[in-house]
């Protein structure tokens, strides 16, 4: 299949479990977890908004493209870093939220809550969620299409289709640093190879190597150093972009 065949294979399933609920209410008893865990689970240590989703492209002969199975939220964009999104969601994607915190981190904050991408507007995302309803944001028993805020979103993981390629934008890139995994991480290690900047392998790990490339960028162009690569940092490595 191709990527366009494989989002749509994957969105008429989610729309076609629309209205699907656990039962009895309030038990996560529901078809999803059955077919996750290979047997009837029920309880709360069972929420299933992720197994929805895994489900989804384990119907769709799409569980390489899942990747690691799992039914946490923050466990799956833990196991994804290097297809994260943080902007520019399009139909397919993964969002996971964060209801509570009020600052958010894209690679750190806790993902409470996950649903697969239907549109978006410039404040807004809809999405077709496992495990939630009107009166809850998430373990709300039912498969439904909901309208979320996009300050309520972590990030997106881009599980179809390639990534967008990284280009300089002051307000849209991510801030990278130590510990950082991603397709980003490899864009500004040969960006700072390229320049005089050794960090060696462009193997999208941000190491010791990578910050000192980047310290060392940041000391000679009289920027804050921190070794963290940010708006101002960006702006001197990709300053003819």
Known sequence: MTDKEKTAKVMELAFSYVGTKEEPPNSNNVCFNTRYYGREVSGSNYPWCMA????????????????????????????????IITKGFKRGDIILYNFNSKSIDPFTSTCYHCGICVSTTSTTITTIEGNTSVESNDNGGSV??????????????????????????????????????????????GALNAIGYECGDCD??????????????????????????????????????
């Open 52 to 83: 929805f989703l895994w489900s989804l492209f384990d119907e769709a002969g799409l569980s390489k493209e899942f990747g690691k199975e799992t039914a946490s939220c923050t466990t799956f964009r833990d196991s994804n870093k290097d297809k």
């Open 204 to 241: 999208g790990i941000y190491g010791t190597k990578t910050e000192a490339a980047v310290r060392k960028l940041q000391g000679d162009t009289g920027i804050y150093v921190d070794g963290e690569c940010g708006k101002d940092t960006y702006g001197k490595i990709f300053k003819d972009c």
């Open 144 to 189: 439904m299409k909901r309208i979320r805020m996009r300050d309520w979103v972590v990030c997106g993981v881009r599980l179809i289709g390639e990534m967008n390629p990284v280009k300089y934008q002051s307000a849209t890139l991510p801030i990278l640093k130590n510990g950082h995994t991603m397709q980003a991480v490899k864009a500004l290690q």
